[in-house]
Structure formats: C-alpha cells, structure tokens
C-alpha cells in the first residue's frame, strides 16, 4: 500500500517568509507526528495527533510553529516568519495504533536564506 | 525523561561480512519500546526492526537482528552479511508503550556504516 507521502521535498525560502509543510499519512492510521531532523539538534519531535483529541504541542520550539490535521487525515505544518534556524528536514510519521510502529515519509528538506 | 546513546564514530565493514551498531538507553518507563531506523542518503527514515521492553527474546528481521540486554540497557544492532546497500546512517530510537500516551520517539544521534566492496 502507499506509504507516508509529504510535500513538498525541497522548499527554499526566504527569511521572514511563511512556509507551509504538507504530510499525507497511511491510510487509517489515527496516529500522526511530525520531527524535525537538523545537523546541531540531531532529531527532534515537533508535535503529535492522535485521532480527534488534543494535539501535543509540546515540542513547537516557538510560537511561530503550528500545525493542523485535518478530518483526522492531512496535515499542515506552518512556520510563520522563517528564521535560518529553521532550515532542517522535516519529516512526518503516522502509526495505527499508540502500540505500533511509526512509519516515515521522506521527508521536506526546508532551507532559509 | 528517555535518553539514547550511539557514541560510535562512522563504521567500516567489509561486504558479506557481520556487523554490530551500539546503542544504549536510559528511561524510567517499566514499559518501551526499542527501535532501529536506517536512513540513506535519499533521507528517508526506514523502519527496520522492534524490540518490546517485556520480549523474552531478541526480535529478528531478516539480516537484522537485535542484542537485547535489558540489565546493561543497551539494545545493539546485528546486520550479517552486509550489502553495498546497507550504506546509510544507523539510529536506534526508543518510546515508552502506554496506550494512548503520545509514544514519541526519542532518537539518538546514529551511525553512519559505509559498506566495502
């Protein structure tokens, strides 16, 4: 079946800019997080959906962070004001189930001028 | 607080040859789980095997397989007879396993294996 899909793969973007990530997960899983991966901070978890509840926020590093999921489905990841320290990969992963496995898409590689 | 240690510099080994990746963990959680991820150069994060706190044995996957050592914490990788195409960076990861908890995982800073011809 069709894996963790994400758009786009390479985004260059100017400083101060807003960028929008996008992240199609497999099909059925009610679980979605999104990690950012860069060369000073190594892998990181961002934020995490699960189903209808309550997003955990918890690791936004700013306000300029933020995130959406739509119809338990699609998710966007919005950064607002880009700063070079943005620049890093994005990746997105979804599980079935709290128990499970995640399973990655390949990524969004974000580069901040 | 959950933490993963991979303190390897890059690994070299010889194709068709066996090859161990360390990693060793720190968590207060009774329960979690161990993972190992493969990333080549494309950038995609490849699920490669799991190992739950509470398995007696040790999980295997193919030419993977994984040293479990729960009284140690340490959780190292086996990949036997290696292929070109095991090139790629190495992380081991791990998450508590309470349902409906945001099971995050937390990553180590992994491995980079090139493989020789």
């Known amino acids: 079946g069709a894996g963790v899909s994400q758009s786009p793969s390479n985004k260059v973007t100017e400083k101060g800019k807003d960028v929008e990530l996008r992240c199609d997960p497999i099909s059925g899983h009610t679980a979605l997080y999104w990690y950012r991966q860069s060369l000073g901070q190594g892998l990181e978890f961002l934020i995490y959906f699960q189903g209808n509840s309550a997003p955990d926020k918890s690791g936004l590093p700013s306000d300029r962070f933020s995130a959406e999921r739509t119809g338990g489905s699609v998710s966007t990841l919005t950064i607002q004001r880009t700063q070079q320290e943005d620049s890093a990969v994005y990746l997105c992963?979804?599980?079935?189930?709290?128990?499970?496995?995640?399973?990655f898409g390949p990524g969004t590689r974000l580069t901040v001028l | 607080a959950q933490k993963i240690t991979q303190t390897q510099p890059g690994m070299f080994v010889q194709e068709k040859e066996a090859v161990t990746l360390d990693c060793t963990y720190d968590?207060?959680?009774?329960?979690?789980?161990l993972f190992w991820y493969k990333q080549p150069s494309s950038g995609e994060m490849i699920f490669l095997i799991y190992?739950?706190?509470?398995?007696?044995q040790n999980a295997t996957e193919g030419r993977y397989s994984l040293n479990f050592q729960k009284a140690r914490k340490s959780a190292n990788l086996v990949i036997s007879a290696s292929q070109l195409g095991d090139s790629a960076m190495y992380f081991c990861a791990m998450r508590r396993l309470d349902t409906g908890a945001n099971s995050k995982l937390t990553f180590g800073k992994g491995i980079t294996l090139s493989v020789r011809p």
């Open positions: 992963a979804s599980q079935q189930r709290p128990t499970d496995t995640q399973y």
């Open positions: 190992q739950g706190s509470y398995d007696q």
């Open positions: 968590t207060s959680d009774p329960s979690y789980g």
